[in-house]
């Protein structure tokens, strides 16, 4: 809360079309910059900014704190494969995972579909942390749009929704362009209305 008090607070999706624009200096401009999982600017900084103040990682992705090593770290036990171990590193947990389960359900979320960890990072700063003067988003596209892309390594072609092509698992498959294997469109389209309909 001290950190953001009265700052105005960005967070960056990592939507396709995140490398698709110069946008780096927009973003480097807010005074906190919040990134998610594997979205590392590395050659990338005119499109996506170089700044990262805050982090937020999960489960799969918390092995990837070496790229981001003086950004502070948000994590978000949300999972629905494993008990989720926190990271033996300093951090700062957003919400249990018996909380994330009732914002889940709030929301209409349901099986292995869950909130993305920037649902649940938007949903924290509203009604969690309070203190930021501004909250705003870019890159952001609650996975509408995504591209097909050959994995060799499991000789499939699957899709991906995020400009860093994440490792895809066969079991979660899924080139239904409409469809995204561990979110739901709707519900995240649903909980970002919501929150943008705030002050």
Known sequence: QELVRNKDVLLVGNNLSGVE???????????IVVRFGKGVTTGRTRQLGAKTDLWVTGEFRKKMRGFFPDAEVLW???????IPEPPDYEHTEMFGREEIE?????YGSRGSRRLSAGAITAYWFVHAVKTQKSL??????????????KDN???MTNKA????????LAPYQNLDPATHPAHDLMIERKLFDNLLQRD
């Open 21 to 31: 624009k110069d946008q780096g200096y927009l973003i480097d401009c807010y005074d």
């Open 76 to 82: 978000n036990p949300s999972s629905y494969r494993t």
């Open 102 to 106: 009732k914002i889940n359900a709030e």
């Open 136 to 149: 705003s988003l870019i890159n952001f596209d609650f996975f509408h749009h995504s591209i097909l892309f």
């Open 153 to 155: 390594k499991q000789d």
């Open 161 to 168: 929704s995020s400009w860093h092509i994440p490792i895809a």
